[in-house]
């Protein structure tokens, strides 16, 4: 446990006790570095083994820290977790079993790269425990794929997918993205079929996200490349809000859709704010009203020197979370237990302007009332990021 932390170790013992944590391991590492990301990794894989190895220490750390709180979702995310070799990959399994109460584990989901798998691994990593794949896939045009800087081409991802079925993995989830320059509407479309058919459970879309300084950014900037107009962004998910309930998989999150209890519980627990862990470069942690985010400077953490941001949400803070996040939600929240909520720490009153806000909302079409429940309609999912700014 970080210094930092340590003078509040017993309100994270308390809030890591108080129900079944979630558990993020980051794996910081990639073969190469696609065009467009932004996420905490390298390629300099001379700094895998010690990485791995601090990991593994760090997990075993905070388990004794914690006292061995009860753990019911693990998630390895990355960076490209399907690099680890499998002996990694079993040490790392191994510590968390042995420094946290898995017995009511109830998903066990590795992140994978389709251009790193083969079927002796994910058999392995099946063997070991872990129980849904996510690969991250991101359009099936060979093109497409090129652009962004994938290493594997839509071959390739769908036979990751055939493979990860034939090891064992019956819980399979793909990534799509939106709005990749030269991607036309039938284009996602035919990619999200042609994905559905494989039998996945689980498809997230996300829109493509562009770091400042990434090489596409650059190709965009030179007038190399164009990005799709808003317009036609706003198109290609609408349209895939209509499809994609007819392939089997209902939307359940403003990105995310799934087959009828196929949801991510992982993720899930972020928008309704159970408590989760995170270990490793950049890993974010929520317990009780703390939250951090640790060092992204994979050779500080590696080495145990990197520099923690953390704070301790206030009052407002933690209840305008619960609406920002829970109205991502297909099923929205319970306004009459934010209400209550809301009293507890004499805010009433911003609670009563957020109704205000949301009711008005209402009117527009973009906000669903049903009693006391809040949810966005359809089109304000595909407004979403302009409604949420009142929670902000
Ligand atoms: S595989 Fe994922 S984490 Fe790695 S460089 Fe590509 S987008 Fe980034």
Redesign the pocket.
């Known amino acids: 446990m970080n210094p930092e932390l340590a003078g509040h170790r017993e309100a994270l013992r308390t809030a890591a006790h108080a129900q079944p944590l979630g558990l993020y391991l980051h794996v910081p590492f990639?073969l190469?570095?696609?065009t467009?990301?932004s996420?905490t990794?390298t390629r300099d894989h001379s700094l895998q083994t010690p990485t791995i190895q601090r990991l593994s220490a760090e997990v075993e750390s905070w388990g004794a820290a914690l006292e061995r709180p009860a753990v019911d979702t693990l998630y390895l995310g990355?960076?490209?977790p399907s690099l680890l070799t499998l002996e990694e990959l079993g040490d790392l399994t191994q510590a968390a079993r042995g420094a946290f109460d898995l017995g009511p584990l109830v998903e066990a989901t590795l992140e994978a790269?389709p251009g790193t798998v083969d079927l002796a691994w994910l058999q392995g990593a099946r063997r070991l425990g872990w129980d849904r794949i996510s690969l991250?896939i991101q359009a099936l045009d060979d093109t497409l794929l090129a652009r962004l800087?994938?290493?594997h081409g839509a071959a390739q991802a769908l036979e990751a997918l055939d493979l990860a079925e034939r090891a064992g993995f019956s819980r399979r989830s793909a990534d799509l993205m939106v709005g990749i320059p030269g991607q036309s509407l039938s284009k996602v479309i035919h990619d999200a079929r042609r994905l559905a058919e494989t039998g996945i459970e689980h498809l997230s879309v996300y829109l493509l996200d562009l770091d400042k300084a990434c090489p596409l950014r650059a190709e965009i900037d030179a007038g190399r490349l164009a990005l799709p107009s808003e317009d036609e962004v706003a198109d290609v998910f609408e349209a895939l809000q209509v499809e994609l309930p007819r392939l089997g998989l209902a939307p359940y999150e403003i990105s995310n859709y799934a087959k009828p209890g196929a949801e991510s519980i992982h993720n899930t627990r972020y928008w309704i704010r159970r408590p989760y862990l995170g270990l490793g470069p950049s890993a974010a942690s929520q317990l009780g009203d703390l939250r951090w985010i640790e060092s992204a400077v994979i050779p500080a953490w590696a080495e145990g020197r990197g520099e923690l941001d953390w704070q301790i949400l206030d009052g407002l803070e933690a209840l305008s979370e619960i609406p920002l996040l829970g109205l991502r939600l297909h099923r929205g929240l319970d306004w009459a237990d934010l209400r209550h909520r809301a009293d507890a720490v004499n805010l009433r009153p911003i609670c009563d302007a957020w109704e205000g806000k949301l009711r008005g909302l209402a009117k527009e079409g973009l906000v669903l009332w049903d009693r006391d429940r809040v949810a966005l309609s359809a089109r304000g999912m595909l407004m979403s990021n302009g409604i949420l700014q009142m929670f902000v």
């Open positions: 990639c190469d570095r696609c467009y990301c996420f990794t990355g960076g490209t790269n991250g800087g994938r290493i």
